[in-house]
């Protein structure tokens, strides 16, 4: 069997190291794709243990220059590519919607048009988002009609209809993967289950020294979210590509939990009560908010044979253990 070679956009992110490894460990060849001016971030890689990895190549580009993504193609001529690179914060993108949609959906295009120029056999992956579906009534399904509440959301519900446009206009074998919430501890800290778990950790630490810490804040705590662990979904990723034929797959837990809930269980995990912790403050809170995503994966577990298996206990557990590791000296920043 041929050794598969794969590029992945968004390789200094968090599902890019953690597909990069899943791919490495099956034997593959990696193409990570990154900006210049990432390079400071590759310690995602190294925290995975596979930035040195000898079937890892790192290849600098730039998603929103063509000539640059088909010279990647022709030179590495990758059979799957793995388009995870976005701005993929949902606030940052009220702030700065003309450039999340030129890298999160323009990106995407310049990839599909690249793949177009350089070879149409190279199967596409594009990590769709629950964010789509916005105030869509849940559980949400792959037949769910999307109703975007950020520029993020709708960047990305232009690059869901691009994916599906290259697949029946050219024969391409393109799909999107429809992922719900998902984590890890590679999660950057300006993202909301990461900046609890971090603050969790440090607040539990400064009370154990004698210590008197600032208070957690948050925006809203009621907006519901499903949440699963982001190592299990890059392996979805992979089925995606995988399967027969392209076709588009959500990937979900199938439970929704409130931002109240997640904080009250990760400060429950250090013997706090999380009311003494945690102010709102309305700077946190986004000028159009989604109320509820609950993802309905039967597809994929029945097509694909996926299906997570941790739940928001265990996930939670995975990434508060993990930053009181660092505020403890035990573990390195991710």
């Known amino acids: 069997m041929a050794t598969s070679r794969s590029v992945i956009t968004g390789i200094t992110g968090q599902d890019g190291p953690l597909l990069a490894k899943h791919l490495l460990n099956q034997g593959g060849i990696v193409y990570g794709m ?12 190294r925290t995975l243990g596979i930035l040195d990895h000898p079937n890892l190549i790192l290849v600098e580009g730039d998603l929103l220059d ?23 914060h949902v606030g940052t993108s009220f702030k700065e919607p003309l450039l999340t949609y030129q890298v999160t959906a323009g990106g995407v295009f310049n990839l599909l048009e690249a793949i177009r120029l350089v070879d149409k056999s190279i199967k596409f992956y594009q990590a769709s988002s629950s964010e789509m579906y916005g105030a869509a009534p849940a559980p949400q399904n792959e037949e769910t009609r999307f109703h975007p509440r950020s520029p993020y959301a709708v960047a990305k519900c232009a690059a869901f209809w691009a994916v599906k446009n290259y697949r029946e206009s050219y024969g391409m074998f393109t799909s999107n993967g429809i992922l719900f919430n998902h984590e890890s501890i590679l999660r950057p800290p300006e993202f909301v ?15 154990d020294k004698g210590d008197k810490p600032e208070k957690l804040k948050l925006g809203s705590l009621d907006a519901m979210r499903d949440w699963g662990l982001a190592d299990e979904y890059v392996v979805a990723m992979e089925k995606i590509l995988n399967h027969t034929e392209p076709d588009d797959f959500v990937i979900a837990t199938g439970e929704s939990f409130t931002v109240e809930h997640f904080v009250k269980e990760a400060f429950a995990c250090v013997g706090l009560d999380w009311k003494e912790w945690v102010e709102i403050d309305s700077r946190f809170v986004r000028p ?7 993802g309905d994966a039967s597809k994929a577990k029945n097509v694909l044979g996926w299906e997570a298996t941790v739940r928001l206990p265990e996930l939670i557990n995975i990434m508060v253990n993990h930053d009181l590791a660092i505020e ?3 573990a390195y920043e991710c």
Do not use: D
């Not at 990154?34 to 390079?39: E, K, N, Q």
């Not at 030179?75 to 995870?84: D, T």
């Not at 971090?198 to 009370?207: C, E």
């Not at 159009?288 to 609950?294: A, D, G, N, R």
């Open 34 to 45: 990154h900006r210049r001016t990432s390079v400071q971030k590759f310690h995602n890689l």
């Open 66 to 88: 063509l000539s640059c993504l088909c010279r990647v193609l022709h030179e590495y001529r990758p059979q799957h590519v793995y388009s995870l690179g976005a701005q993929s």
């Open 193 to 207: 289950t990461r900046k609890i778990t971090t603050a969790v950790a440090r607040i539990k630490i400064a009370l």
């Open 288 to 294: 159009c908010e989604v109320p509820k995503l609950q």
């Open 328 to 330: 403890r000296g035990e």
